[in-house]
C-alpha cells in the first residue's frame, strides 16, 4: 500500500512538472481565430482548467449570455463555464486508453456561438505523462537448456511492454546476480531492446537441474517505473532416440481455390524418448518460398493445411519436404506430394493489341479501329470463349484467327454529337458456371471543321443610358462552335451596322476573344436614339466557317435637358439692356370673369418619357389668388372676377419642371395689364418702358445715385480747402524775395451759341509799378482755343473769327516786381 502511495505521489509531482509548461503553451501560443489550440498533460483531475477558451475567441465575459457558447463533440471531455467561458476538464484524460500507441494525442471538437453563429474549431493535446510501468506477458518464464550446452550459448527472453511514449517507454533490464548466468542487451534496428540470457559456465544437470532468475525491466520516465518477470531455467538431459515418420512419402488431391485454412493432409513422427526429448515438433525443410506462401504446418498435430489461393494454371502438383524434431534437437524427414485438380476459376482475358484513338470523324464505315485477343487460362469447355460488344455506339466486332478480334466502324461517326464512344467488350467462356469478362474501349472522334459559329441568339438587344462612359460595357456577345480546339475557338469583330445617316461603325467595338462589346464614345439620346451593328463570329478551322447576329443598341433617355420656354420667350425685356417695350405682355378686360383665358406657356422638353413630362405651376404674383395655370396645359387663366383694386400692371412667373430625376425646370416671365382695350393699356405700357419697375434696374439707380453724392461731397471738400489756401495768399518769405511775374490769361469764344452758358475763369496780373491802359489787354501768354473746340461742339450758326490772339512776348522789363491779384469769374449769356 505504501508502494502504491509513493507511485500516485510520484505521478502527481509528474503530472504537475508537465501541467506547468503545458499551460504557459495554451494560455500564450494563441492559433488563428478559427482555430484554438491547448496542450495539457494526461490524468487531469475533472474540473481543471484548460484555457481562456472565451477571451481567445474574442469574447468577452459581457458578451457570453448572449453568444451562448457551447461545445459539440462525440464524448464530452471537456465542458465549458457559462459565466468565465473558460474551457474545464469534465472526464477522465487516458492517453494511452485514448489514442493506444499513436505518437500524437488530440481531442478536436468544435465551440459553436449564436448572434451571429459561428463555428470555431478547438483541438486540445494530451501529452504523455510516466503513468505506466513495464510489463510482461507472463508472470514465469520458461527456460530449458542442455546440459551439454557450451558457455556463451545466448538465449533470447521476452520484451517488456512499456504504453507510454519517448523516454517513458525507453527500457533497460537486470537480472538477479548468478554466476552461470548474465544478462545482455541486442539493439534491434527499429530502437527496440531485446533481453538475452547468456551461458557463462557449463552446466551439470546432477548437481543442479534449475536455476529461479528475476529479469526487471526498467522505463526511462521521471519518476522511474519498472516492471518484472520470473525466469526458470531448467537443465536437460541427454536425447539417445530421433524421430520416425510413419510414411516416407505422403499424398493428397485438393481442388483449387480452396479457402485458407482448409486441412490437405496430416503426417505423423514418434519419439521413443520420454520428456522433452520425446516430444516431437513439425516443421517445413528446405522447401521454396511459394510452397511456404500456400501451405502452413501445425508444430504440435502435423496438419498441412492451405494457407493461400492454389491455381491449377499456376500449377497443378507441389512436393516438398517435412521434417520433424523431438527436445533434444534429433530430426526426421518425409516427402510431401499435393496434386491440385482444375475447376472453372478463370475468367476470359482480354488484352488489347491496338487501339486507333482517336479517329476522324469524317473515317468511313467499316475502319479498324482495334485489335484484341482473348485468352482463356481453363481447359476443355471452359476455355471456350465467345466475344460481343455492350453499349450504343455505331462499332461492330468482328473475330479473326488465332483468337483475336476487330473493332470496327459500322457507320459514319459525328463528334458533335459523341466526342468519344465508351464500350464493353464482353468475353464469356463456355464453363459450368460460365465466367465472362470486361474489357472497356474508349474511342475518340478527333474534330473536322464541319461547323460554323453559332450565336446563341439571332439578334442581340442592349439598353444602354445616354450619357455613358467612353468604354463602358454594352453587352456581350457569345457563339459556340460544336468542333473542337483551333476549330471551336471563335473569335469576333464588326462586319458591319447602321445607326441612320451616321453610321454604327464608331459607336462600339468588340472584344476580339470575348465578344463583349464596349460604347466607343457617349451616346446622346436626342441625337440617336438606336442603332444596329452586325457582330461576325469566325472560328479558327481552315478553311474558316463564320456566322452573323444583329446587335440592335437603345438608348435610354436620361433627364439631362430642362424644359425650354417657347412663349413667352424666356427673359424677354428683363435684360439690362433689353429695349424697353420688347417684354411680351397680355391685355386682360376688367369686365373679365374667372376663367378668363389669359395666355398659354408653351415648353418643350428634348428629353423623352417622364422626363418629358411637363408640369406647370406659377410661382410669383402680385395678387395669388387672381390668376391660375393649368397643371398640364400651361394655360394662365383668371381664378376670380377682375376688379377695379386689382392693380393695372401685373407680371406673373411661371415655373415649368419636368418629372425626371432629378427634375428639371425653367422659368417663364408673362407680364398682364388689365386694361378694356388697347389704347387704355398703352399709357400703362409707356410708364412701365421708362420707369424702372425692375428690381434689378432700381438697385442700378440707387448705386449710382449713391457715388455721385460721394463724389460731389469731396469735390466740394477740396475746392473749399483750395479756396482757404488761395484767400491767405503766398507766405511772406517768398513776397521778400523780389519782383513777381504776372501772366495774363485770354480767353477766346464764339460770338454766337445756341443756348446755354458758359462759365470762363481766368486770372489777371499785372506789375504794381507800371500804368496799363484802361481797356488794354496783355497777351496772353499761350495761344487761345475756339470754345467748340474745348467743349467738343458743333457751332449752330455761322462761325466767328476767335478773339485770341497769337503769342506775346513777356514785359520788356522781366526782372520788375509782379503782383498776382486773385483770378475773376466771368460768365456770359449767348444767344
Known amino acids: 500500500m505504501a508502494g502504491r502511495q509513493r507511485q500516485r505521489q510520484s505521478g502527481r509531482r509528474a503530472a504537475g512538472r508537465v501541467l506547468l509548461p503545458a499551460l504557459l503553451l495554451g494560455l500564450c501560443c494563441r492559433a488563428a481565430p478559427e482555430r484554438v489550440r491547448y496542450a495539457i498533460p494526461e490524468e487531469l483531475g475533472r474540473g481543471s482548467l484548460v484555457g481562456p477558451l472565451a477571451r481567445d475567441l474574442g469574447l468577452s465575459p459581457a458578451d457570453l449570455p448572449a453568444r451562448q457558447l457551447r461545445l459539440s463533440a462525440e464524448k464530452q471531455y471537456f465542458g465549458v463555464s457559462g459565466e468565465s467561458g473558460n474551457l474545464y476538464v469534465s472526464e477522465r484524460l487516458d492517453r494511452e486508453e485514448m489514442c493506444g500507441e499513436a505518437a500524437s494525442c488530440s481531442v478536436s471538437f468544435e465551440a459553436l456561438v449564436q448572434n451571429p453563429l459561428n463555428v470555431f474549431h478547438v483541438e486540445v493535446a494530451i501529452l504523455d505523462i510516466n503513468d505506466n510501468a513495464p510489463a510482461f506477458s507472463k508472470a514465469v518464464l520458461d527456460v530449458e537448456i542442455g546440459e551439454w550446452t557450451l558457455p556463451g550459448a545466448r538465449f533470447p527472453l521476452e520484451m517488456a511492454r512499456d504504453t507510454d511514449l519517448g523516454s517513458n517507454a525507453l527500457l533497460t533490464y537486470q537480472l538477479t546476480s548468478n554466476p552461470s548466468f548474465t544478462l545482455a542487451v541486442k539493439e534491434s534496428p527499429g530502437g527496440s531492446r531485446q533481453p538475452e540470457l547468456v551461458l557463462e559456465r557449463a552446466l551439470d544437470r546432477e548437481k543442479q537441474s534449475s536455476f529461479q532468475l528475476v529479469l526487471t525491466a526498467v522505463d526511462g520516465g521521471d519518476p522511474v517505473r519498472s516492471g518484472t518477470v520470473q525466469v526458470r531455467v531448467n537443465v536437460t538431459d541427454l536425447n539417445d532416440n530421433a524421430p520416425v515418420f510413419s510414411k516416407s512419402a505422403y499424398e493428397a488431391r485438393v481442388r483449387e481455390n480452396l479457402p485458407a485454412g482448409t486441412l490437405a493432409l496430416r503426417v505423423q513422427a514418434t519419439d521413443a524418448d520420454a520428456g522433452s526429448n520425446g516430444r516431437v515438433s513439425y516443421s517445413f525443410g528446405n522447401v521454396p518460398d511459394d510452397v511456404r506462401a500456400l501451405f502452413s504446418v501445425d508444430s504440435d498435430s502435423g496438419e498441412v493445411r492451405t494457407a493461400g489461393p492454389l491455381d491449377f494454371e499456376e500449377k497443378s502438383k507441389y512436393s516438398f519436404g517435412l521434417e520433424a524434431r523431438d527436445g533434444g534437437g534429433l530430426v526426421a ?52 470463349v465467345s466475344c460481343e460488344l455492350s453499349g450504343e455506339a455505331p462499332l461492330s466486332i468482328v473475330a479473326s484467327s488465332g483468337g483475336s478480334y476487330k473493332v470496327v466502324t459500322a457507320s459514319a461517326l459525328d463528334r458533335e454529337q459523341a466526342a468519344e464512344h465508351r464500350v464493353a467488350v464482353v468475353a464469356r467462356d463456355r464453363g459450368s458456371p460460365a465466367l465472362s469478362s470486361r474489357a472497356a474501349l474508349v474511342l475518340e472522334v478527333s474534330d473536322v471543321n464541319d461547323n460554323a459559329p453559332v450565336f446563341e441568339e439571332a439578334a442581340y438587344s442592349a439598353y444602354v443610358a445616354e450619357n455613358n462612359a467612353a468604354g463602358a460595357p454594352v453587352l456581350r456577345v457569345r457563339a459556340r462552335d460544336a468542333d473542337a480546339g483551333a476549330n471551336g475557338r ?3 469583330w464588326l462586319a458591319g451596322g447602321s445607326a441612320g445617316a451616321a453610321g454604327a461603325a464608331p459607336y462600339v467595338s468588340v472584344e476580339a476573344r470575348s465578344g463583349a462589346v464596349y460604347a466607343q464614345r457617349s451616346f446622346d439620346y436626342e441625337q440617336c436614339r438606336e442603332f444596329a451593328v452586325a457582330v461576325r463570329a469566325q472560328d479558327g478551322g481552315a478553311p474558316a466557317r463564320s456566322s452573323t447576329a444583329t446587335v440592335r443598341v437603345f438608348v435610354l433617355d436620361r433627364n439631362d435637358n430642362a424644359p425650354r420656354v417657347l412663349w413667352p420667350a424666356a427673359g424677354a425685356g428683363a435684360g439690362a439692356g433689353a429695349a424697353p417695350g420688347a417684354a411680351p405682355f397680355e391685355v386682360v378686360p376688367r369686365s373679365a370673369e374667372a376663367g378668363y383665358l389669359v395666355a398659354k406657356v408653351v415648353a418643350v422638353d428634348a428629353d423623352a418619357g417622364r422626363n418629358a ?24 387663366r383668371t381664378a376670380r372676377a377682375v376688379s ?53 434696374e432700381l438697385q442700378f439707380y440707387l448705386v449710382l445715385a449713391l457715388a455721385l453724392l460721394s463724389a460731389l461731397f469731396l469735390l466740394s471738400v477740396a475746392l473749399a480747402v483750395l479756396a482757404r489756401v488761395r484767400r491767405a495768399g503766398p507766405p511772406a518769405v517768398l513776397r521778400c524775395l523780389g519782383a513777381q511775374r504776372f501772366s495774363v ?59 485770341s490772339a497769337g503769342a506775346g512776348e513777356p514785359p520788356a522789363d522781366a526782372e520788375a516786381p509782379q503782383v498776382c491779384k486773385p483770378a475773376q469769374s466771368l460768365s456770359l449769356s449767348l444767344s
Open 490 to 492: 471563335v473569335s469576333y
Open 644 to 696: 377695379e383694386r386689382d392693380a393695372a400692371k401685373q407680371r406673373l412667373v411661371a415655373v415649368v419642371k419636368d418629372h425626371g430625376q432629378p427634375a428639371l425646370s425653367a422659368t417663364a416671365t408673362l407680364h398682364v395689364v388689365l386694361a378694356e382695350s388697347l389704347q387704355e393699356a398703352l399709357p400703362e405700357l409707356s410708364e412701365r418702358a421708362a420707369g424702372a419697375d425692375s428690381p434689378a
Open 333 to 384: 524427414h518425409c516427402r510431401v506430394q499435393i496434386d491440385i485438380t482444375d475447376e472453372n476459376d478463370n475468367a476470359p482475358e482480354i488484352t488489347m493489341l491496338s487501339v486507333s484513338s482517336p479517329v476522324p470523324e469524317d473515317a468511313p464505315a467499316g475502319t479498324v479501329v482495334a485489335l484484341l485477343k482473348v485468352r482463356d487460362r481453363d481447359s476443355g469447355e471452359n476455355g471456350q
Open 613 to 636: 413630362w411637363l408640369s406647370y405651376e406659377l410661382v410669383q404674383a402680385p395678387e395669388p389668388a387672381l390668376f391660375r395655370v393649368g397643371l398640364h396645359s400651361g394655360e394662365v
Open 745 to 803: 490769361a485770354g480767353a477766346a469764344f464764339p460770338a454766337d451759341f445756341c443756348e446755354g452758358t458758359l462759365p470762363y475763369s481766368y486770372n489777371l496780373c499785372v506789375a504794381p509799378g507800371r500804368a496799363v491802359a484802361e481797356g488794354a489787354w496783355l497777351p496772353p501768354p499761350l495761344p487761345s482755343l475756339a470754345a467748340e473746340e474745348l467743349l467738343g461742339a458743333e457751332p449752330c450758326g455761322k462761325r466767328s473769327p476767335t478773339s
